[in-house]
Nanobody, 130 residues
Framework: QLQLVESGGGLVQIGGSLRLSCAASGFSLEHYAIGWFRQAPGKEREGVSAISIRGNSAIYVDSVQGRFTVSRDNAKNTVYLQMNSLKPEDTAAYFC???????????????????????WGQGTQVTVSP
């Protein structure tokens, strides 16, 4: 069964940090760019970050730039999202998604055009409390 599994979410205070993981099973991430998305209750899904297959290029939505860092370890078949200086507005369910193709070897897939993604995880909840 091909799936992505997110982990690492939880409850954290303002200013705290969490590291999310996105692990693939049933397939290798070495051919996939990865995107991170989030959705808060009552809001639309928002693209947060994405990383190229090679891991040399990443993009971020403006609201997390400088606070979040995406990375990947293809040997472990896992992608990470390090989240620092967390704010209440970061509270959401976080999802990772995988986009297949050589187009994404050196550049990330879009965090706006979600149709580029082939597989999605079930999400992990991040709650930032005052």
């Amino acid at each position: 069964q091909l799936q992505l599994v997110e982990s690492g979410g939880g409850l954290v205070q303002i200013g705290g940090s969490l590291r999310l993981s996105c692990a693939a099973s049933g397939f290798s991430l070495e051919h996939y760019a990865i995107g991170w998305f989030r959705q808060a209750p009552g809001k639309e899904r928002e693209g947060v970050s994405a990383i190229s297959i090679r891991g040399n290029s990443a993009i971020y939505v403006d609201s997390v730039q400088g606070r979040f860092t995406v990375s990947r370890d293809n040997a472990k078949n896992t992608v990470y999202l390090q989240m620092n200086s967390l704010k209440p507005e970061d509270t959401a369910a976080y999802f990772c998604a995988a986009a297949y193709g050589s187009s994404w070897y050196y550049q990330p897939a879009s965090i706006v055009e979600t149709s580029q993604y082939d597989y999605w995880g079930q999400g992990t909840q991040v709650t930032v409390s005052p």
